[in-house]
Nanobody
Framework: QVQLVESGGGLVQAGGSLKLSCAASGRAITGDAMAWFRQAQGKEREFVAAINWSGGMTYYSDSVKGRFTISRDNAKNTVYLQMNSLKPEDTAVYYC????????????????????WGQGTQVTVSS
């Protein structure tokens, strides 16, 4: 069993930055692929970014590419999402998730491949 707990969300003005953290407990996520998804009110949950076990490979959605950076610290069992140049349309609940294998970009975007999810952290960007 893996428990994932997100933190770092909050209210920020457009153009600002936030750094989200996803702390894992229960067992190490050293060999796992990890990802961030988000869900805006009234919309479906969508893929944001993914990272392989070593941090050497990452994928991003087109909407956040160049503004967000996913990273991990395996020694701390934690995954991060640095969000810069935030826009009001980035407002959502952000979730981290774990899956066994790091596969194609199309595959990493599918929620069905993830077996553990956090409870989410709210990010609100004001205009």
């Amino acid at each position: 069993q893996v428990q994932l707990v997100e933190s770092g969300g909050g209210l920020v003005q457009a153009g600002g930055s936030l750094k989200l953290s996803c702390a894992a407990s229960g067992r190490a996520i050293t060999g796992d692929a990890m990802a961030w998804f988000r869900q805006a009110q009234g919309k479906e949950r969508e893929f944001v970014a993914a990272i392989n076990w070593s941090g050497g490979m990452t994928y991003y959605s087109d909407s956040v590419k160049g503004r967000f950076t996913i990273s991990r610290d395996n020694a701390k069992n934690t995954v991060y999402l640095q969000m810069n140049s935030l826009k009001p349309e980035d407002t959502a609940v952000y979730y981290c998730a774990r899956r066994t294998l790091f596969i194609t970009p199309q595959g990493m975007r599918l929620m069905s491949g993830y077996d553990y999810w956090g409870q989410g952290t709210q990010v609100t960007v004001s205009s």
